[in-house]
């Protein structure tokens, strides 16, 4: 409702976009970093994106005059991307979008087949409604 109403009629006298011209600068920067990381396939670049983000914001905090503010944003940000880097170092670089094919299934049981098949015939799938192999035709 509040921007059909700003475009129909004339913007209040007392409407701020902005505080600095700073933060025509940083706010776009601060919007691609956290796009750039949402869209990532790199952990590292995810990484480093979402520390431009926090550090962006730490920018917006000390505009604002919150000096406290952003001085703990900063050191925030700086330990958990050391301590996200170190994590890193232990993963794989880049995000998976499936299993690997020697991992369990998704639901965490094995993908062999249960123990109570015989090797001699192949088991046959259980029915939806009862859970039950289905009787052979």
């Known amino acids: 409702m509040a921007p059909v109403a700003l475009t129909q009629s004339p913007p209040p006298d007392n409407l701020v976009l902005f505080q600095h011209p700073v933060e025509l600068i940083v706010l776009p920067v601060a919007a691609l970093a956290a ?3 949402a869209r990532s396939r790199r952990r590292l670049r995810a990484v480093f994106l979402i520390t431009v983000t926090g550090y962006s914001v ?3 905090f000390l505009i604002a005059g919150a000096p406290d503010v952003a001085t703990t944003q ?3 940000e700086t330990a958990m991307t050391v301590v996200l880097v170190l994590v890193l170092r232990r993963l794989p670089p880049h995000f998976s979008r499936r299993p690997r094919a020697s ?6 049981r094995s993908r062999s087949r249960p123990r109570s098949c015989c090797a001699a015939a192949p088991c046959t799938p ?3 409604a009862t859970g039950r192999p289905s009787a052979r035709a």
């Open 35 to 37: 796009i750039g990381a």
């Open 126 to 128: 259980p029915t939806p």
């Open 74 to 76: 900063v050191l925030v």
């Open 103 to 108: 991992a369990p299934g998704a639901d965490g």
């Open 58 to 60: 730490a920018v917006l």
